[in-house]
């Protein structure tokens, strides 16, 4: 019996010591989202659907950074949105910021696209941005589209020839 007992005790004390080395590798990775040295950008957008503090900022689709920080702006009602971008990477002042996706149901992202001559300057404004889409209103105002409102011509008359 003393056998069996000392076995049951050092598979617990492998368990316990695989545990303990899982949660300090995931808290290890967790942190190194936060140490990247980078600047910060600001970008305002009217729809932030699926973007939340930790999201990828990707250039190319090659991450460059993440979400800081979002909030609303109680003038515009618009988004308000932070992100750190690696140093060495220079954002040109006629980028646009656009809410993407991994495909129909991917997670979200902001894809950034080059454009202009000059780098912005840390904490400065992505002049240009584009809000996420909703695939429901989209799919919904394409429905509309089909049965009316298009450039048809009016059926004739009853009783009339052409």
């Not at 950008?41 to 689709?61: E, K, P, Y």
């Not at 646009?96 to 992202?109: I, K």
């Amino acid at each position: 019996m003393s056998g069996e007992r000392w076995g049951e005790t050092i598979l617990g004390a492998i368990v316990v010591v695989v545990a303990v080395g899982f949660f300090a590798f995931a808290a290890a990775q967790a942190g190194q989202g936060g140490a990247r040295a980078g600047y910060n950008l600001v970008a305002n957008f009217q729809r932030v659907d699926g973007v939340t503090v930790g999201t990828d900022v990707r250039v190319s689709g090659v991450k460059v950074g993440a979400v800081r920080a979002i909030s609303l702006d109680p003038n515009t009602y618009n988004a308000h949105v932070v992100m750190t971008v690696d140093n060495g990477v220079y954002v040109l002042d006629q980028s646009t910021a656009r809410v993407a996706s991994d495909g129909l149901l991917g997670g979200a992202y902001i894809a950034i696209e080059p454009a202009g001559v000059d780098p912005l300057p840390p904490n400065g404004e992505i002049p240009n941005t584009q809000g996420s889409v909703d695939l429901l209103t989209l799919f919904a105002s394409m429905a509309r589209g089909q049965n009316g409102g298009g450039s048809q011509p009016p059926a004739p008359a009853q009783g009339t020839t052409p």
